[in-house]
Antibody, heavy 119, light 107 residues
Framework: EGQLVESGGGLEQPGRSLRLACVASGFTSGVYAMSWVRQAPGKGLEWVAAIDGSGGTTYYADSVRGRFTISRDNSRNTLFLQMNSLRVEDTATYYC????????????WGQGTMVTVSS | DIQLTQSPSFLSASVGDRVTITCRASQGVSSYFAWYQQKPGKAPKLLISAASTLHSGVPSRFSGSGSGTDFSLTISSLQPEDFATYYCQQLISYPYTFGQGTKLEIK
């Protein structure tokens, strides 16, 4: 089924940047669309961004469009989320998730990486 | 954007009970619909895809139904490990919105 492992989270000040990474194993990552989903402390799930298998098409939530950039390097089986102009409300656990091959669903999830934005 | 209204937000039930969680979409999503289970401190896990297809390894006491705008997740006989938070999600168009969640607690 595969495995996803996120990294790159941490404490950062408002207005600064962070780059998250998600390494995939156990499957050919370029075949699948991928998403980032976040969860603020004590809150529900929020879909953040997605990218198709080739990396040519991207989608964003309104809350992050223009500040966050999703990308992927299929040669390294790695998904990225470049987070610029961070805001306090971006504080959350960020999960990467793999879409289904033939059915739309978030089938495989990473364990999450925590991002805290605070001065 | 498509909004999902999930109900109830909290549900108290006992082991062995049959429970149903519902989710209503602000516009039709056909069967591009999924349900997830999340336990504290853990990543969500896929339960149901395409509105009614049980994901591999998920116990048969879980079932999903619906199409268009109205969907439901039913657990036929609650087990201790089922006490968790459940989320619905539409996947017909981006952004892939989630419902606000249903926290299932032990009575």
């Amino acid at each position: 089924e595969g495995q996803l492992v996120e990294s790159g989270g941490g404490l950062e000040q408002p207005g600064r940047s962070l780059r998250l990474a998600c390494v995939a194993s156990g499957f050919t990552s370029g075949v699948y669309a991928m998403s980032w989903v976040r969860q603020a402390p004590g809150k529900g799930l929020e879909w953040v961004a997605a990218i198709d298998g080739s990396g040519g098409t991207t989608y964003y939530a309104d809350s992050v469009r223009g500040r966050f950039t999703i990308s992927r390097d299929n040669s390294r089986n790695t998904l990225f989320l470049q987070m610029n102009s961070l805001r306090v409300e971006d504080t959350a656990t960020y999960y990467c998730a793999r879409d289904g091959r033939w059915v739309r669903m978030l089938e495989v999830w990473g364990q999450g990486t925590m991002v805290t934005v605070s001065s | 954007d498509i909004q999902l209204t999930q109900s109830p937000s909290f549900l108290s039930a006992s082991v062995g009970d049959r429970v149903t969680i519902t989710c209503r979409a602000s516009q039709g999503v056909s069967s591009y619909f999924a349900w997830y289970q999340q336990k504290p401190g853990k990543a969500p896990k896929l339960l149901i895809s395409a509105a009614s297809t049980l994901h591999s390894g998920v116990p048969s006491r879980f079932s999903g139904s619906g199409s268009g705008t109205d969907f439901s997740l039913t657990i036929s006989s609650l087990q201790p490990e089922d006490f968790a938070t459940y989320y619905c999600q539409q996947l017909i168009s981006y952004p892939y919105t989630f419902g606000q969640g249903t926290k299932l607690e032990i009575k």
